[in-house]
């Protein structure tokens, strides 16, 4: 079993920067990504990081903006965001599981989120 916690979010506006953190409790982080929800609209894949750190994955929307990291010592994925637009709005999630994936089903352990405000 793993426990997620994120953290970092807040009220910014257009440009400005922010980090999220994504703190596991129990078992390491498996492959991880970062997964985003606005009002009325679906889950969206963010980014992907895989077990190792090596090798990771982005939305087009974010691509170039958004940076994904690992520190296992910590049990921690981080989401550097930067530039950031107002329709970057969203509650953000983080998720453990074993694959490597974008789609949402395919992981196993959630976070409760984190909501991110970016105002024009």
């Known amino acids: 079993q793993v426990h997620l916690v994120e953290s970092g979010g807040g009220l910014v506006q257009a440009g400005d920067s922010l980090r999220l953190s994504c703190v596991a409790s129990g078992r390491t982080l498996f492959a991880t990504g970062w997964f985003r929800q606005a009002p009325g609209k679906e889950r969206d894949f963010v980014a992907r990081i895989d077990w190792g750190g090596s090798v990771t994955g982005y939305a087009d929307s974010v691509k170039g903006r958004f940076t994904i990291s690992r520190d296992d010592a910590k049990k921690a994925v981080f989401l550097q965001m930067n530039s950031l637009k107002p329709e970057d709005t969203a509650v953000y999630y983080c998720?453990?599981?074993?694959?490597?994936?974008?789609?949402?089903?395919?992981?196993?352990?959630w976070g409760q989120g984190t909501q991110v405000t970016v105002s024009s």
């Open positions: 998720a453990s599981g074993s694959r490597y994936s974008t789609a949402a089903n395919d992981y196993n352990f």
